[in-house]
């Protein structure tokens, strides 16, 4: 049946086309081509490193993609005709008015790429006043129509319309390659430095539904769609394989797991969830940032200065708050305040801190649970590593809350950890909780008391409606049987009406203590910050 020029360049024709290639390139023997040595050793080797390509790229894998897009690129100029008159025929690139919003979004976001890199996204939205939220009924909403699209690109026209060829050719093979082995409509949106990306996650038809995470914001981009559910599947069955983790079913309804480039990826599924849906979590996206970056409301040196001594006195911390507070970003910041003679070792349950990455000159080895090696296996592990400092990445569960407790009294000279606790008090009581229900102790008093005992202080975060995140308190936690607690608590620091106040000093026990781990010079700095 003879296809109609239309047709042959459209893009689900010409994706279909470069999938017959790519399967008929894999089935060729290279013996039949009659070539020499020398060639045939090459075109094995050609042929060994396209397959596996192909294999890793939709696994977070941004070389192996890269190539494979290289390649798709020269055949659809050499094998499948696609030149400056017919590229038209797959993008209506002269008629914006047959153009999408999604088409418009892609060719915009490719611009900004081209010219920010893996910033272009940010730019994007930060530049054209879409970090802004709306005002709603019931809060704030943040969201990135149509309409937002449409407007957008006809203010971008004259960057638009100054693409040539390449750039068109390059938009082209990406839609190509995201329907083909990439991960649909959010597969450029993944390689940009965002917090997170999710689909599936809202409406009666979750294939329509995506939303990225960054700097605080969840932004609903309502103008894109998987296009079907078959799709949306599809991508959630590809997204997570990397490093074979097991198969999702329906008797597995969730696995979590990381992608080759670090990123964290839950994927859900029926009955479990009431949809297939994913969640990516990002974390090249966060730097070795500044404190003075982080902490930005008035009088943030306070604030600056009160974590500065909390780890130079190797405290064992707690940073709590809920997801998207800036936990992990502000630990990875606090570690620069760490004497660099300590060695730092880091526990996790997918390696997220990237710590080695931000501080490639200090002393650092992280490890991970995985289905042969327990997390307490490898606790046990790093108390013959030389380990001064231990890190845990999230406490979550019962398990891990009872290494916290045990690392923290005998394992290491200090601990930060992060948990999700929205008060101190709630922190303790469900450390304790942990501790009961994993099985150490049995007497709740006891349990609290070694909670107490242990967990010095609490860096609570924040974040209001407008994605602004802030220090809520820094709170002391001090060992004292007091009736029904085994506790009591002291805000050292706190943050109200948009200003940083300092409330109490640190107690003079615990000062006394941090001063024994500093050297002459920090202890009389030190002396003159906690008086108040």
């Given at each position: 049946?003879?296809?109609?020029?239309?047709?042959?360049?459209?893009?689900?024709?010409?994706?279909?086309?470069?999938?017959?290639?790519?399967?008929?390139?894999?089935?060729?023997?290279?013996?039949?081509l009659?070539?020499?040595r020398?060639?045939s050793?090459?075109?094995?080797q050609?042929k060994?490193?396209?397959?596996?390509?192909?294999?890793?790229?939709?696994?977070?894998?941004?070389?192996a993609k890269?190539?494979?897009?290289?390649?798709?690129?020269?055949?659809?100029?050499?094998?499948?005709?696609?030149?400056?008159?017919?590229?038209?025929m797959?993008?209506?690139?002269?008629?914006?008015?047959?153009?999408?919003?999604?088409d418009?979004?892609?060719?915009l976001?490719?611009?900004?790429?081209?010219?920010?890199?893996?910033?272009?996204?940010?730019?994007?939205?930060?530049?054209?006043?879409?970090f802004?939220?709306?005002?709603?009924?019931?809060g704030?909403?943040?969201?990135v129509?149509a309409?937002?699209?449409?407007?957008?690109?006809?203010?971008?026209?004259?960057?638009?319309?100054?693409?040539?060829?390449?750039d068109?050719?390059?938009?082209?093979?990406?839609?190509i390659?995201q329907?083909?082995?990439?991960?649909g409509?959010?597969?450029?949106i993944?390689?940009?430095k965002?917090?997170?990306?999710?689909?599936?996650v809202?409406?009666?038809?979750?294939y329509?539904?995506?939303?990225?995470?960054?700097?605080?914001?969840?932004?609903?981009?309502?103008?894109?769609?998987f296009g079907?559910?078959?799709e949306?599947e599809?991508?959630?069955?590809?997204?997570?394989?990397?490093?074979?983790?097991?198969?999702?079913?329906?008797?597995?309804?969730?696995?979590?797991n990381?992608?080759?480039?670090?990123?964290?990826?839950?994927?859900?599924?029926?009955?479990?969830?009431?949809?297939?849906?994913?969640?990516?979590?990002?974390?090249?996206?966060i730097?070795?940032?500044?404190?003075?970056?982080?902490?930005?409301?008035?009088?943030?040196?306070?604030?600056?200065?009160?974590?500065?001594?909390l780890?130079?006195g190797?405290?064992?911390?707690?940073?709590?708050?809920?997801q998207?507070?800036?936990?992990?970003?502000?630990?990875?910041s606090l570690?620069?305040y760490i004497?660099?003679?300590y060695?730092?070792r880091?526990?996790?349950?997918?390696?997220?801190?990237?710590l080695?990455?931000?501080?490639?000159?200090?002393?650092?080895?992280s490890?991970?649970?995985?289905?042969?090696?327990?997390?307490?296996?490898?606790l046990?592990?790093?108390?013959?590593?030389d380990g001064?400092?231990n890190?845990?990445?999230?406490?979550?569960t019962?398990?891990?809350?009872?290494?916290?407790?045990?690392?923290?009294?005998?394992?290491?000279?200090?601990?930060?950890?992060?948990?999700?606790?929205?008060?101190?008090?709630?922190?303790v009581?469900?450390?304790r909780?942990?501790?009961?229900?994993?099985?150490?102790?049995?007497?709740?008093?006891?349990?609290?008391?070694?909670?107490a005992?242990?967990i010095r202080?609490?860096?609570?975060?924040?974040?209001?409606?407008?994605?602004?995140?802030?220090?809520?308190r820094?709170?002391?936690?001090?060992?004292?049987?007091?009736?029904?607690?085994?506790f009591r608590?002291?805000?050292?620091?706190?943050?109200?009406?948009?200003?940083?106040y300092?409330?109490?000093?640190?107690?003079?026990?615990?000062?006394?203590?941090?001063?024994?781990?500093?050297?002459?010079?920090?202890?009389?700095?030190?002396?003159?910050?906690?008086?108040?």
């Amino acid at each position: 049946m003879k296809v109609r020029k239309e047709e042959r360049y459209s893009l689900d024709h010409l994706r279909e086309g470069i999938g017959t290639v790519f399967n008929q390139l894999m089935k060729i023997n290279v013996k039949d081509l009659n070539l020499n040595r020398a060639d045939s050793l090459e075109y094995e080797q050609n042929k060994k490193y396209l397959r596996q390509a192909l294999r890793t790229c939709c696994y977070g894998d941004v070389e192996a993609k890269r190539y494979v897009k290289e390649y798709m690129k020269d055949l659809l100029e050499n094998q499948f005709g696609i030149g400056p008159e017919t590229i038209g025929m797959a993008l209506p690139f002269g008629e914006p008015s047959r153009l999408t919003a999604a088409d418009k979004f892609d060719i915009l976001l490719h611009c900004y790429r081209k010219q920010y890199g893996a910033g272009g996204l940010e730019r994007f939205l930060v530049d054209n006043g879409l970090f802004v939220g709306k005002e709603s009924e019931n809060g704030i909403r943040y969201e990135v129509t149509a309409m937002d699209v449409e407007r957008l690109y006809h203010s971008h026209r004259e960057i638009v319309d100054r693409m040539d060829f390449s750039d068109r050719l390059e938009i082209v093979t990406q839609r190509i390659y995201q329907c083909y082995r990439g991960h649909g409509v959010i597969d450029e949106i993944r390689d940009m430095k965002v917090d997170g990306v999710s689909g599936g996650v809202s409406g009666i038809r979750p294939y329509e539904s995506v939303w990225i995470f960054f700097q605080g914001k969840t932004i609903h981009l309502s103008f894109l769609s998987f296009g079907t559910q078959q799709e949306l599947e599809r991508v959630c069955k590809n997204i997570y394989r990397y490093g074979s983790p097991g198969q999702l079913s329906a008797a597995r309804g969730y696995i979590v797991n990381e992608m080759a480039d670090g990123s964290r990826v839950i994927v859900v599924r029926p009955p479990f969830a009431e949809s297939w849906a994913f969640f990516i979590r990002k974390f090249d996206s966060i730097r070795k940032a500044k404190v003075e970056e982080l902490i930005t409301d008035e009088n943030y040196a306070l604030a600056i200065e009160t974590m500065k001594w909390l780890m130079k006195g190797c405290q064992v911390i707690g940073i709590t708050g809920s997801q998207g507070s800036g936990k992990t970003t502000l630990l990875m910041s606090l570690v620069q305040y760490i004497n660099e003679s300590y060695t730092l070792r880091i526990q996790e349950l997918t390696f997220e801190l990237n710590l080695r990455k931000l501080y490639p000159d200090r002393n650092i080895v992280s490890f991970r649970e995985t289905p042969n090696v327990s997390g307490q296996e490898g606790l046990d592990l790093q108390k013959k590593t030389d380990g001064t400092v231990n890190i845990l990445g999230e406490v979550a569960t019962a398990p891990v809350a009872s290494w916290l407790i045990q690392i923290g009294q005998v394992a290491s000279l200090f601990t930060v950890f992060t948990h999700h606790a929205k008060t101190t008090r709630d922190l303790v009581i469900s450390l304790r909780n942990a501790l009961l229900s994993s099985g150490g102790f049995s007497n709740e008093r006891v349990a609290e008391e070694q909670v107490a005992d242990t967990i010095r202080f609490d860096i609570h975060m924040n974040r209001d409606v407008y994605g602004h995140r802030y220090i809520e308190r820094i709170t002391e936690i001090i060992s004292e049987p007091l009736g029904e607690r085994m506790f009591r608590t002291a805000d050292i620091l706190v943050w109200e009406d948009g200003a940083y106040y300092r409330k109490n000093p640190i107690s003079p026990e615990i000062a006394c203590r941090m001063m024994g781990c500093m050297r002459a010079e920090e202890k009389r700095e030190f002396e003159i910050f906690n008086q108040i």
